[in-house]
C-alpha cells in the first residue's frame, strides 16, 4: 500500500521545517522505500505579513510574546537548537520575516510539472533561504534563484511569479485546513486517515506510522508532545 503523506506547512514556520525533517527520517526507517510519498500544502501563518523585513527576529519575539530582548533571544536560541539537532543549518535568529505567499504559489507551480524530485528539492531550498540563507521569501529574485536550483525553468518561473497564477490553490489548501479545523502547523494526515498535529519527535512519528501500518498495537502511553506554530505564535502541545 502506497502510504500519501499530505502536510500543511508554512516556509516561516520554525517546527515545520523541523517537523518535516524528523518525520522524513521516521518515515524513511519505518516505511518501505518508494512506499511514501510526501505532499505540502499552504498554510499562511500571517497573510498579513510584509514584503520587505520591518523588524529583526529578536525584537519581534519579544513584542509578539511579551518577553525581554534577552528572553526572547534564548527562545530563538532554544527553537534553533532544536533545528541543529535534526542536522539544518538553523539560524533562526537572523531571519529575514517577509510575506510568504508568493513563496507557496511557486510550490503549487512546482507541484503542476509532476517532478515530485524537482518540487522536493525546490521546498528544501526554500525552508534553507529562510532559516540558513536568511534571505526574504517575497523578493522573486529569491525564489527565481530557488527555482532554477532546484532545475526548474527561470523564464517560465517568472511568468508565474508576476502573473498571480496558482493563488487559487493556495488559498484551497488553506480552505481545506480550515474545514478540518487545523489552527497550526505542520499538520500531518496519513492516507487521508491518520492526523499528526505538530511537530512530534523522531521516534514518536515512527510509532504513529508503525501504528497506521498496523506493524505495531496502540501504546497506550501519554499523548506525544508536539510543537505548533499558529496565527498567535508558536507552542507545545
Keep these: 500500500m502506497m502510504v500519501q503523506i499530505d502536510y500543511w506547512s508554512d516556509y516561516a514556520c520554525p517546527y515545520c521545517y523541523i517537523g518535516e525533517a524528523r518525520l522524513k ?38 513584542h509578539k510574546y511579551g518577553l525581554t530582548l534577552d528572553g526572547a533571544k ?39 510539472l509532476g517532478d515530485d524530485a524537482k518540487t522536493h528539492r525546490l521546498e528544501e531550498l526554500l525552508y534553507a533561504a529562510y532559516f540558513t540563507k536568511n534571505l526574504e521569501l517575497a523578493d522573486h529574485a529569491v525564489l ?16 508565474v511569479l508576476t502573473s ?31 492526523a499528526i498535529p505538530g511537530a512530534m519527535s523522531k521516534d514518536d512519528f515512527a510509532a504513529a506510522l508503525k501504528q497506521f501500518a498496523g506493524e505495531a ?11 505548533v506554530c499558529g496565527p498567535d505564535g508558536c507552542r507545545l502541545e
Excluded at 527520517?25 to 512506499?35: F, Y
Excluded at 529575514?96 to 511557486?106: E, K, Q, W
Excluded at 527565481?144 to 523564464?155: F, M
Excluded at 493556495?170 to 505542520?186: C, K
Design 144 to 159: 527565481l534563484d530557488a527555482a532554477e536550483e532546484a532545475g526548474l525553468d527561470r523564464s517560465e518561473t517568472s511568468k
Design 74 to 112: 534564548a527562545r530563538i536560541e532554544d527553537i534553533s537548537s532544536l533545528g541543529r539537532a535534526e542536522g539544518l543549518d538553523f539560524r533562526y535568529a537572523t531571519t529575514r520575516y517577509t510575506n510568504t505567499f508568493d513563496a507557496h504559489r511557486l510550490t503549487h507551480y512546482a507541484q503542476s
Design 164 to 194: 498571480g497564477k496558482f493563488a487559487d490553490e493556495v488559498r484551497r489548501d488553506e480552505a481545506a485546513a480550515a474545514r478540518m479545523g487545523v489552527h497550526g502547523v505542520p499538520y500531518f494526515v496519513v492516507n487521508g486517515k491518520l
Design 217 to 227: 498495537k496502540p501504546a497506550g502511553k501519554a499523548k506525544p508532545k508536539t510543537h
Design 25 to 62: 527520517k521516521a518515515a524513511e526507517e519505518t516505511l518501505p522505500k518508494g512506499g511514501w510519498t510526501l505532499m505540502m500544502h499552504s498554510f499562511e501563518l500571517d497573510p498579513s505579513a510584509p514584503r520587505r523585513m520591518e523588524t529583526d527576529t529578536a525584537t519581534r519575539f519579544a
